[in-house]
């Protein structure tokens, strides 16, 4: 089972919540930092206008001469305006305050930002928090107009400050408000999303590719009659037809191997049961072969040397030698040793069967050009069945020109890496001695060439057709390999491969 943190899915969900979340916040935030700039720059535009209006009213009462009003007016105010926290005017000079809205307050210090900003003469309204609120507040002069001289000295500059502050809490529940509408939508959003990929990952992503496990395990299991379905013209679609595609290979490799497996096996036991019949039958000839050369031998000793009949029976004896040759070669082929590895030299194991074959090539015009220099290390095999193989190799390739020719024999070191694919399935040692017999003979047809190593495969009137299939089993039996290159009217290149044991 797949772990659903580590699904495609779910880090596809986690990256676009992620996005929507980055994108959504710097939106939602910037939305928010504008309401709340233009709610308060709407406050304190508020506070300005009715500072003035208050201002003018205190001026219109004070010029009427009705300034004993003035309380009952800013009480009035404040209670008609519940935005209007504060309304006080204080004393220029001791910052006392003169009047407020807050009858207690009269007599108090004016708070000392307050001050400080009359102080300045800074007229604007700013922003000041108190008790966890908000407050919009505006500190203005009301100055010593001409028309006040009548009751009070042109040297007073300044007659009162007030000083109105106007809560910001509407407009924080608007600002609220507004976040928390935005935050929802956020929520909303991200619930949706999340919904989106849950529901379409299900049905877009997880529910193709579980088909396509399920197919592939019960592939995996053998079974390779099931197919995907090619419904979907998406990049599942594609995929469920590649997929089928392979089956569909994979099928048919299995059909093919299934047929070559049961050709072999019943070549194998073909051949198991003939190599049986072969041997019963050699079994069977050896003997009476070895009387008929007993008794010929006989027969020849009682013959005087002028006999005319001495010919004859040499002839017959030739023959039964080659029928002894043949059973044993049969027998070889049937029933092989086991090979008795010693350390040996392999020119040595060449020069030895090269002796038996020189003065049938000199005959055929055949030169034999020997490379194996005697540097090549010892190797680990068995001296009488090498030379048996190199035996067979050489003599193929004099069959091979009758006409005369050139066969160059030579060896050299190989590492695992450097040899054909071909014959590197058939080893498995890493390094080797392999050993080139190249001849400038007819060549092998290429729809030959499959079944030369094959036992009865001949060309020649008088072979067998075991050389090779007996010189591949040697070979085999070494841990060593057979490859050959051919071509027709050019020559053939066949190389025996041996491994080098440490
Ligand atoms: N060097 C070669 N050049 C051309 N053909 C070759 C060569 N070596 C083998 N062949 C072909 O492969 C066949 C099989 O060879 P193999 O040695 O198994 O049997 P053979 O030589 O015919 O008989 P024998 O049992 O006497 O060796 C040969 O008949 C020949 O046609
Ligand atoms: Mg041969």
Excluded at 145 to 163: A, I, R, Y
Excluded at 215 to 232: A, C, H, Q, T, W
Excluded at 413 to 421: A, I, M, P, S
Aim: net charge neutral; with cysteine; glycine share 6%.
């Amino acid at each position: 089972m797949m772990n659903i943190f580590k699904s495609v899915r779910f880090r596809l969900l986690i990256l676009s919540l992620l996005a929507v979340f980055v994108i959504t916040s710097v939106i939602v935030m910037s939305d928010v930092i504008d309401t709340n700039e233009r709610l308060i720059e709407a406050q304190k535009e508020k506070a300005v206008l009715l500072s003035d209006t208050i201002k003018q009213s205190i001026m219109l009462l004070m010029l009427e001469n009705r300034w004993k009003k003035l309380q009952t007016l800013i009480e009035d105010l404040s209670k008609s305006n519940p935005e209007l926290k504060e309304v006080r005017i204080f004393h220029p000079i001791s910052g006392r305050i003169i009047i407020s809205n807050k009858i207690e307050d009269v007599g108090e210090r004016i708070y000392e930002k307050d001050w400080n900003r009359f102080v300045k003469q800074e007229e604007f309204p700013f922003i000041i928090k108190k008790y966890g609120s908000m407050f919009a507040t505006r500190v203005l002069s009301i100055k010593n107009m001409p028309p006040c001289h009548k009751c009070h000295s042109p040297e007073q500059k300044t007659l009162g400050v007030l000083d109105v502050e106007i809560s910001l809490a509407v407009a924080q529940e608007s600002i609220k408000a507004s976040t928390y509408k935005h935050v929802t939508g956020l929520v909303v959003g991200f619930v949706i999303i999340s919904l989106i990929f849950l529901i379409g990952g299900e049905r877009l992503i997880n529910a193709p590719l579980r088909e396509l496990t399920d197919v592939m395990k019960r592939v995996e299991s053998g079974d390779l009659s099931v197919r995907v379905k090619e419904n979907k013209k998406d990049e599942f679609g594609y995929l469920s037809r590649a997929f089928n595609h392979m089956i569909d290979a994979l099928e048919s490799a299995k059909k093919e191997i299934e047929r070559c497996h049961m050709e072999q096996m019943e070549r194998a036991s073909k051949l198991a049961s003939l190599g049986e019949i072969i041997s019963g039958i050699a079994h069977e000839i050896k003997n009476p072969l070895a009387g008929i050369s007993c008794a010929i031998q006989v027969f020849n000793a009682e013959l005087s040397d002028n006999d005319s009949k001495k010919s004859v029976i040499l002839e017959i004896l030739n023959q039964v030698n080659r029928l002894d040759r043949i059973v044993k070669d049969l027998l070889s082929y049937a029933k092989p040793k086991p090979p008795m590895l010693v350390p040996s030299k392999l020119h040595e194991i060449l020069d030895k069967a090269l002796f038996f074959v020189y003065p049938e090539a000199k005959g055929r015009n055949i030169v034999i050009d020997n490379r194996i220099d005697s540097e090549i290390p010892e190797i680990l095999v068995d001296p009488d069945q090498i030379q048996q193989v190199f035996l067979n190799m050489i003599i193929n390739a004099v069959h091979a020109m009758p006409n005369g020719g050139m066969l160059i024999i030579s060896a050299s070191k190989k590492d695992r890496q450097e040899l054909q694919d071909v014959i590197k399935r058939q080893l498995q040692d890493e390094k080797f001695i392999a050993i080139e017999f190249q001849d400038t003979g007819k060549g092998i047809s290429p729809e030959d060439l499959p079944y030369i190593f094959e036992p009865f495969f001949t060309k020649k009137t008088k072979g067998t057709g075991l050389g090779l299939s007996i010189s591949r089993k040697i070979i085999m039996e070494h841990g060593g390999g057979i490859s050959v290159k051919s071509e027709l009217g050019k020559g053939s290149i066949f190389t025996v491969y041996l491994p080098m044991k440490d």
